[in-house]
């Protein structure tokens, strides 16, 4: 069974500074795809951002970059810049499509980020 | 504008009743999912429907019912079976490229 593990349940930096959450994951699969989601205090679960593990290109949006290392099982989000409004629980979560269509996500327990004025 | 819309917001259920949350979307999207919040646990799968009328359980749907009637609902019942129901629920619809989560529903057992 895929398991995610997010070792970080808290963590804090300062506004305009850089961060790195982590996330490793486990898995026999070789065709599958890796998301983070941002939940800020309104509770709203927001897509940041998803690797596709067949490329090897580090996905980027904006200031959100991963560091996908596939033969390591690392996921991990590099946020640049933080800004205040960056603060919010941050979920890791691996999905792997099922033949049926459907997607169903493992989500590791979360990584909650404060950013410091 | 497209999107999911879950109601209520917040939700109170008293011991032994059991309790219906809403999604609907118009995203047109076959598949929906249930998921359950907890402090310190993430997300866990309760329900999935891929189809209207086909709907299957995920990792806890003890203590909880679904129905896909059409389309663009798929409610959730909590039962008075569910032991532990005080928690968040978050509703999704889902392609390859990611979820689209609902705001979520608070439940709480007075």
């Known amino acids: 069974a895929q398991t995610v593990t997010q070792s970080q349940p808290e963590m804090s930096v300062q506004e305009a500074e850089t961060v790195t959450l982590s996330c490793t994951y486990d898995t026999s699969e070789n065709n599958y795809y890796l998301f983070w989601y941002k939940q800020p205090p309104s509770r709203q679960m927001i897509l940041v951002i998803r690797q596709e593990a067949y490329k090897q290109q580090n996905a980027t949006e904006n200031r959100f970059s991963v560091n996908f290392q596939k033969a390591a099982k690392s996921f991990s989000l590099k946020i640049s810049d933080s800004q205040l409004g960056d603060t919010a629980m941050y979920f890791c979560?691996?999905?792997?499509?099922?033949?049926?269509?459907?997607?169903?996500?493992?989500f590791g327990t979360g990584t909650r980020l404060k950013v410091l004025a | 504008d497209g999107g999911i819309t879950q109601s209520p917001k917040y939700l109170f259920r008293k011991e032994g009743q059991n309790v219906t949350l809403s999604c609907e979307q118009n995203?047109?999207?076959?598949?929906m999912y249930w998921y359950r919040q907890d402090p310190g646990q993430g997300l866990r799968l309760i329900y999935y429907s891929q189809i209207v009328n086909d709907f299957q359980k995920g990792d806890i749907a003890e203590g909880y019912s679904v129905s896909r009637e059409k389309k663009e609902s798929f409610p959730l019942t909590v039962t008075s079976a569910q032991k532990n129901p005080t928690a968040f629920y978050l509703c999704a619809v889902g392609v390859r490229s990611g979820y689209t989560f609902g705001s979520g529903t608070r439940l709480t057992v007075v």
């Open positions: 979560a691996f999905m792997k499509p099922a033949a049926s269509g459907t997607y169903k996500y493992i």
């Open positions: 995203l047109n999207h076959d598949a």
